[in-house]
């Protein structure tokens, strides 16, 4: 009466439909390859091939581009949402509550293993050259659309 209801009374119509979809799904791959079934020919297999082959990319392909949404809604689109702009420790040091920095790992916090380690030097210089490499990469991405921009005008 005001017992709550056992997971097994939740669990099962799930497993049960579960089970079922399962069953389903085995009668109609029996159908498709039993009364659908003629040899094909070797473009044919492979265009088959080429099919299975192109689900998981187009979904994974979708999951990312998911994904890559909900960070942007999360994070910003270049971490601007974020609170704290800027990284936390670097390598093998991490700030502790009381605002000094404590060492991680071999002869530190954690016991004995060796980190890499990154200092703030490292980090500013690859920051430079990811910075450089995404102008140009914008720079090549514009002038290819001017060059399509220009194809399309004189057609």
Request: glycine fraction near 10%.
């Given at each position: ?69 909900k960070s942007h809604e999360s994070i910003g689109e270049r971490g601007e949402k974020l609170k704290v702009k800027r990284l936390q420790g ?22 004995g293993v060796h980190l890499a380690v990154s200092d703030e030097d490292d980090q500013k210089r690859s920051k430079v050259m990811l910075e ?24």
């Amino acid at each position: 009466s005001d017992t709550p209801p056992s997971l097994t009374n939740f669990a099962m119509p799930i497993i049960d439909f579960i089970r079922d979809a399962h069953a389903r799904h085995e009668k109609l791959k029996n159908y498709v390859h039993t009364a659908w079934r003629y040899p094909l020919p070797r473009w044919g297999r492979y265009a088959m091939g080429c099919f299975y082959f192109s689900i998981p990319l187009i979904g994974g392909y979708h999951v990312m581009q998911w994904a890559i949404s909900k960070s942007h809604e999360s994070i910003g689109e270049r971490g601007e949402k974020l609170k704290v702009k800027r990284l936390q420790g670097y390598g093998d040091k991490i700030p502790s509550e009381d605002g000094k920095t404590q060492k991680v790992g071999a002869g530190g916090l954690g016991g004995g293993v060796h980190l890499a380690v990154s200092d703030e030097d490292d980090q500013k210089r690859s920051k430079v050259m990811l910075e450089r490499f995404f102008r140009q990469e914008r720079k090549k991405r514009r002038l290819k659309e001017k060059g399509k921009e220009t194809e399309n005008d004189a057609a």
